[in-house]
């Protein structure tokens, strides 16, 4: 098996760290075992992947490299994978689950079903890419963006906030794909900062003058078509698009609400152990890696066009910085991905 010197440090120094803190009582035998931190990652670990599965392969590939570890991924939807881990509750083979919005993970936290994710771990991501729970942590970030097309919408027409979407003037002007988790996430985002009574009356108005599509891409492409004048999309599809042919979105640009408003919202992909994985030294060993300048660099080069979290790696130098987005701060573990449905299925759209 490949091991690192990485690895060989960190169980030296954990194993120090332990006995420093528990003195006499590290020679008890009814002490507890070593935090996993204090130990080498090895065997297999099964990830539930609802991340974009080239990213999680590159992921699962290094870290094997890395460490010898033998990831398994199962790949899925957020909210296919998210009811699955529920449904399978403590019989779950799942070592991690891995997702593109945070609602999904929030949804399985929530269940009772992680395991504290390793304190070393939640240090290398900031705070506003984390729960408070402690029991998941951010992996990746992607920007809410309004898609236009400038000869349809002119700079001047452009909404200041989301919110501004529900005017009767925008009836049959802007497009969204509502069945999808990335646009479910933004209404999570918009019903922990303007209540339910707003989001219920914003999903009313949005059903008169929204027109729907499956899919940001499908919604990019038809901004681009000029068959809508605008979108509300994630931002890395019109990245992804023009590094690639740009046949997509030559004809759109990407409008930023800032602000703090609902629609700057970031979404945080998240990531968790599960209490009852069968090897979680690795599992936590893995999460630590995607998370650690390692993983966040291949968000960096990669042509996943999402963020890296971590402070220690810039993002993709075609990218806004996260800094100058001025997004609204939100605990993840706030967005309740169970009433944005019911409020979503309410107003028709699911």
Same mark, same amino acid.
Request: aromatic residues 8%; charged residues 15%; hydrophobic residues 40%.
């Given at each position: ?15 120090? $760290? ?9 020679? &008890? ?10 130990? $080498? ?63 999904? #993970?929030?949804?399985? &936290? ?84 303007? =209540?339910? &009574? ?8 949005? /059903?008169?003058?929204?027109? *729907?599509?499956? =899919?940001?891409?499908?919604?990019? /492409? ?5 068959? #809508?004048?605008?979108? *509300? #999309? ?31 919202? *970031? ?61 609204? *701060? #939100? ?20």
């Amino acid at each position: 098996m490949i091991l690192t010197r990485r690895w060989t440090l960190l169980a030296a120094l954990g194993t120090v $760290t332990l006995l420093g803190a528990t003195g006499c009582a590290a020679s &008890d035998a009814s002490a507890p075992a070593p935090a996993t931190e204090a130990s $080498t990652p090895s065997g297999s670990i099964t990830v539930y992947n609802a991340q974009h599965e080239e990213l999680t392969q590159a992921w699962a590939d290094e870290f094997t490299a890395e460490t010898g570890v033998t990831v398994t991924l199962r790949n899925g939807s957020d909210s296919e994978l998210g009811n699955q881990l529920v449904q399978e509750g403590t019989a779950s083979k799942a070592d991690v689950f891995l997702t593109e919005n945070s609602p999904a #993970i929030s949804l399985v &936290d929530r269940a009772g079903l992680f395991a504290p994710v390793d304190k070393a771990t939640l240090a290398q991501v900031p705070e506003q890419y984390r729960p408070s729970t402690g029991m998941w942590t951010g992996i990746a970030a992607r920007s809410t963006v309004f898609a236009y097309n400038p000869s349809l919408l002119g700079e001047g027409e452009l909404p200041a906030s989301l919110l501004d979407l529900a005017d009767p003037a925008w009836a049959g002007r802007w497009a969204a794909s509502p069945s999808g988790a990335d646009f479910q996430a933004i209404v999570s985002a918009l019903l922990e900062l303007e =209540g339910e &009574d707003a989001t219920r009356d914003w999903l009313a108005a949005m /059903k008169e003058n929204a027109v *729907v599509y499956k =899919g940001n891409s499908t919604v990019m /492409k038809a901004v681009n078509a000029g068959e #809508i004048p605008a979108g *509300v #999309i994630y931002h890395y599809y019109w990245f992804g698009d023009q590094a690639g042919t740009g046949e997509n979105s030559a004809s759109t640009q990407m409008h930023y609400f800032k602000n703090q408003d609902p629609g700057a919202f *970031v979404s945080v992909s998240g990531g968790g152990v599960l209490e009852t994985s069968a090897n979680p030294v690795a599992a936590q060993a893995f999460l630590a890696y995607i998370t650690g300048k390692g993983g966040q660099e291949i968000l960096k080069t990669g042509t996943s066009f999402e963020y890296p979290v971590s402070d220690s790696v810039d993002a993709n130098p075609a990218l806004v910085p996260l800094s100058e987005l001025n997004a609204p *701060v #939100i605990d993840p573990s706030k967005l309740n991905s169970t009433k944005v449905t019911d409020l979503m299925t309410e107003a028709g759209f699911l």
